[in-house]
Protein backbone atom coordinates (compact mmCIF):
# COMPACT_ATOMS: atom_id res chain seq x y z
CA UNK A 1 0.00 0.00 0.00
CA UNK A 2 1.11 3.15 -0.72
CA UNK A 3 2.72 5.89 1.82
CA UNK A 4 0.19 8.34 1.27
CA UNK A 5 -2.72 5.83 0.91
CA UNK A 6 -1.83 4.69 4.34
CA UNK A 7 -1.77 8.23 6.35
CA UNK A 8 -5.48 9.20 4.22
CA UNK A 9 -6.42 5.74 5.53
CA UNK A 10 -5.61 6.89 9.48
CA UNK A 11 -7.27 10.33 8.51
CA UNK A 12 -10.47 8.54 7.34
CA UNK A 13 -10.52 6.59 10.47
CA UNK A 14 -10.66 10.02 12.73
CA UNK A 15 -13.33 11.92 10.63
CA UNK A 16 -15.65 8.64 10.76
CA UNK A 17 -16.33 9.59 14.15
CA UNK A 18 -16.67 12.96 13.47
CA UNK A 19 -18.16 13.34 10.17
CA UNK A 20 -21.80 13.17 9.02
CA UNK A 21 -23.16 10.72 6.97
CA UNK A 22 -23.62 11.03 3.25
CA UNK A 23 -26.10 10.19 0.67
CA UNK A 24 -23.55 8.64 -1.80
CA UNK A 25 -21.17 6.06 -0.78
CA UNK A 26 -17.86 7.64 -1.90
CA UNK A 27 -14.61 5.45 -2.00
CA UNK A 28 -11.30 6.68 -2.44
CA UNK A 29 -9.76 4.81 -6.40
CA UNK A 30 -5.78 5.76 -5.55
CA UNK A 31 -3.90 7.17 -8.25
CA UNK A 32 -0.17 7.56 -8.86
CA UNK A 33 2.00 9.97 -6.55
CA UNK A 34 2.09 13.41 -7.99
CA UNK A 35 -1.25 12.98 -9.61
CA UNK A 36 -3.14 16.35 -10.56
CA UNK A 37 -6.46 14.66 -9.90
CA UNK A 38 -7.98 11.91 -7.50
CA UNK A 39 -11.15 10.01 -8.43
CA UNK A 40 -13.77 8.81 -6.05
CA UNK A 41 -16.32 6.28 -7.03
CA UNK A 42 -20.05 6.07 -5.39
CA UNK A 43 -20.34 2.77 -4.62
CA UNK A 44 -24.42 3.09 -4.47
CA UNK A 45 -24.57 3.86 -7.77
CA UNK A 46 -22.57 0.40 -9.06
CA UNK A 47 -24.28 -1.86 -11.78
CA UNK A 48 -22.91 -4.76 -13.36
CA UNK A 49 -24.81 -6.04 -16.78
CA UNK A 50 -22.87 -9.02 -18.11
CA UNK A 51 -19.46 -7.57 -18.32
CA UNK A 52 -20.15 -4.08 -18.26
CA UNK A 53 -20.02 -1.93 -14.83
CA UNK A 54 -21.73 1.82 -14.15
CA UNK A 55 -20.87 3.98 -11.43
CA UNK A 56 -21.27 7.47 -10.90
CA UNK A 57 -17.55 9.08 -10.23
CA UNK A 58 -16.64 12.50 -9.06
CA UNK A 59 -12.90 13.91 -9.81
CA UNK A 60 -11.28 16.45 -8.17
CA UNK A 61 -8.34 18.19 -9.19
CA UNK A 62 -5.53 19.93 -7.02
CA UNK A 63 -7.19 23.56 -7.78
CA UNK A 64 -10.65 22.10 -5.83
CA UNK A 65 -12.18 22.32 -9.51
CA UNK A 66 -14.53 19.04 -9.54
CA UNK A 67 -16.82 17.61 -11.81
CA UNK A 68 -19.53 14.29 -11.71
CA UNK A 69 -20.11 11.50 -14.61
CA UNK A 70 -21.43 8.19 -14.99
CA UNK A 71 -18.57 5.78 -16.37
CA UNK A 72 -19.26 2.74 -18.28
CA UNK A 73 -16.57 0.16 -17.96
CA UNK A 74 -15.81 -3.05 -19.25
CA UNK A 75 -14.97 -5.62 -17.14
CA UNK A 76 -13.09 -7.79 -19.80
CA UNK A 77 -9.55 -7.07 -18.88
CA UNK A 78 -8.72 -5.07 -21.39
CA UNK A 79 -7.71 -2.02 -19.27
CA UNK A 80 -7.61 -3.65 -16.17
CA UNK A 81 -4.45 -1.78 -15.47
CA UNK A 82 -6.06 1.29 -14.96
CA UNK A 83 -7.42 1.65 -10.95
CA UNK A 84 -10.69 2.95 -11.83
CA UNK A 85 -11.29 -0.22 -14.19
CA UNK A 86 -10.03 -2.54 -11.15
CA UNK A 87 -12.15 -1.13 -8.53
CA UNK A 88 -15.71 -1.08 -10.43
CA UNK A 89 -15.03 -4.71 -11.55
CA UNK A 90 -13.71 -6.19 -8.07
CA UNK A 91 -16.51 -8.36 -5.97
CA UNK A 92 -17.52 -6.93 -2.95
CA UNK A 93 -15.06 -8.91 -1.08
CA UNK A 94 -12.30 -7.32 -3.36
CA UNK A 95 -12.51 -3.72 -3.03
CA UNK A 96 -11.07 -2.49 -0.35
CA UNK A 97 -7.66 -3.87 -2.04
CA UNK A 98 -8.63 -1.43 -4.66
CA UNK A 99 -10.14 1.37 -3.04
CA UNK A 100 -10.51 3.05 0.34
CA UNK A 101 -13.72 3.87 1.88
CA UNK A 102 -14.82 7.83 3.08
CA UNK A 103 -17.70 6.80 5.17
CA UNK A 104 -18.22 10.21 7.07
CA UNK A 105 -15.36 12.03 5.16
CA UNK A 106 -16.51 14.13 2.25
CA UNK A 107 -14.52 13.54 -0.65
CA UNK A 108 -13.39 17.05 -0.96
CA UNK A 109 -11.89 17.32 1.86
CA UNK A 110 -9.93 13.69 1.08
CA UNK A 111 -8.83 15.19 -2.27
CA UNK A 112 -7.47 17.42 -0.37
CA UNK A 113 -5.71 15.89 2.23
CA UNK A 114 -4.46 13.34 -0.87
CA UNK A 115 -2.86 16.79 -2.51
CA UNK A 116 -0.90 17.87 1.09
CA UNK A 117 0.40 14.37 1.49
CA UNK A 118 4.07 15.20 -0.18
CA UNK A 119 5.34 12.07 -2.95
CA UNK A 120 7.90 10.07 -1.21
CA UNK A 121 10.93 9.73 -3.64
CA UNK A 122 11.24 6.77 -5.96
CA UNK A 123 14.29 5.07 -5.17
Not at 22 to 42: H, I, K, T
Request: charged content about 25%; glycine content about 8%; some cysteine.
Amino acid sequence: MMHWFKALAAAALLAVAAGPAQAADWWLVPARPGAQAVMFADVETLQRQGGVVSLRVLRIDRAGRSGERVERIRCDGAQMDFPLHRFACASGAERERYGLILAGMPPDEAARMVFAIPARPRS
